[in-house]
Structure formats: structure tokens, C-alpha cells
């Protein structure tokens, strides 16, 4: 998938954020839809976010779901 015009990689972090502090609680499969990209870039990004203490992550079985 190309990059999206004008998304930085903060720019991918911040809308991440916004959509998992608005939706409380979501699997990687859903961000991926809500904000039309690939898993391997959500996936990095949610990471990073992970990484640096903005979200938390829970895994059940082989997923992954994301909150703050």
C-alpha cells in the first residue's frame, strides 16, 4: 500500500492513538480497516506506541488488541 499523502510517521502514531482512545479496545485487524492500511505498518506503529507506554497490549490466542 503507498504511504498516504502527507502522514509522517508521527502523523501515523497520532491518528493510531486517537482511534484506539476513541474505540477503548481493538485488534490489530480492526485498526488496520478503520484507518485503510496494511497490517505491517499498523503493526509498526501500534509497536512503537506499545514501546513508549501510549497503549497497552493484550494478546488472546494468536491476536493482538490494543488499548489505553
Known amino acids: 500500500m503507498p504511504k498516504k499523502k502527507g502522514?509522517?510517521?508521527?502523523k501515523y502514531k497520532e491518528e493510531i492513538l486517537k482511534l484506539i482512545v476513541q474505540n477503548k479496545f481493538m485488534s490489530t485487524?480492526?485498526?488496520c480497516k478503520k484507518m485503510?492500511?496494511?497490517?505491517?505498518?499498523a503493526i509498526?506503529?501500534?509497536e512503537q506506541l506499545f514501546k513508549t507506554e501510549k497503549i497497552?497490549?493484550?494478546k488472546i490466542g494468536n491476536r493482538k488488541f490494543w488499548y489505553t
Open 36 to 41: 485503510n492500511m496494511g497490517f505491517e505498518t
Open 29 to 31: 485487524n480492526e485498526i
Open 44 to 46: 509498526k506503529y501500534l
Open 7 to 10: 502522514f509522517t510517521p508521527e
Open 56 to 58: 497497552k497490549l493484550r
